[in-house]
């Protein structure tokens, strides 16, 4: 099935590719290729594939906050979607810009990862929600980021030279994925308490790691069964009996009706 079967509507290309039309110029994120921050994106990956190992289904759909990620191998997975976020754009397998809904109808997706794309999404608040239509009920929704709480932050500062980063504090974003339906199954601090600090092992857990994974699954809808009203049906003094019936029992209906 290709990309284009999911989308809501045509893209624009003409129009995405204009200066100034749809996508916003902010800088890159060439941050996130830093050395530091490639090596978190490794712990969290770590923490997150005994989860991601037992997803199955035909689509998933991963939105980075750099180009070139690749999805984790996943055998159970289909194809995957690939996009980034860059200048208030998403780019990859398809261009559209980041403050309009993801072009994709409701409940496409078994597996949305979002690998610190709420950090530079213009519309973090409204790309979780997006991320959580376009995930299918019973699907999988899985984020990383940097925690806001821990000793990255001097360091992540200086690095991102004055752009401002939306670090999502991780018990805020599981009261949310709570209230919008999902179950909370993964939340957890990985990677190494301050950027620059040796490996003591390869652990990914770390209570006061500079980042988080988090791992929340869509309960698939109920569906409610009729409530069956008895009714007594009367039967006719002539008509024929069914094998097995008494006739005495058929003839105290007859009387009742």
Same mark, same amino acid.
Request: charged letters at 20%; hydrophobic letters at 45%.
């Given at each position: ?113 979002? #690998?610190? +794309? $709420? ?9 979780? %929600?997006? *991320?959580?239509?376009? @995930?299918? &009920? /019973? ?81 698939? #809808?109920? +569906? $409610? ?9 009367? %039967?006719? *003094?002539?008509?024929? @009996?069914? &094998? /097995? ?13």
């Amino acid at each position: 099935m290709s990309t284009a079967i999911w989308c809501l509507q045509p893209l624009n290309w003409a129009q995405a590719k204009r200066p100034g039309v749809g996508c916003m110029h902010h800088g890159d994120n060439d941050i996130y290729v830093s050395a530091p921050l490639r090596r978190l994106q490794d712990a969290q990956m770590r923490a997150l594939m005994p989860e991601l190992q037992r997803c199955f289904g035909t689509h998933a759909l991963m939105l980075g906050a750099a180009k070139g990620a690749r999805p984790p191998a996943l055998p159970m997975l289909g194809s995957w979607v690939r996009l980034y976020l860059h200048d208030g754009c998403y780019l990859g397998d398809l261009r559209a810009a980041a403050l309009e809904p993801l072009p994709f109808m409701d409940d496409v997706f078994d597996l949305v990862l979002l #690998r610190h +794309a $709420l950090e530079v999404s213009p519309a973090a608040s409204g790309l979780l %929600v997006q *991320a959580i239509r376009v @995930l299918a &009920p /019973g699907g999988v929704l899985a984020l990383t980021g940097v925690h806001p709480l821990s000793g990255w932050m001097p360091w992540l500062r200086w690095q991102a030279g004055g752009r401002s980063l939306r670090l999502q504090l991780p018990l805020r974003l599981q009261r949310v994925l709570r209230q919008e339906g999902l179950g909370i199954e993964l939340a957890q601090r990985v990677g190494r308490s301050w950027p620059w600090l040796p490996a003591l092992d390869r652990k990914a857990a770390n209570v006061f790691g500079g980042g988080y994974v988090l791992i929340a699954r869509k309960h698939p #809808r109920l +569906a $409610l069964p009729r409530r069956i009203v008895p009714t007594t049906v009367a %039967v006719p *003094a002539g008509g024929r @009996l069914s &094998p /097995g019936t008494r006739r005495s029992s058929a003839l105290q209906t007859t009387r009742d009706a």
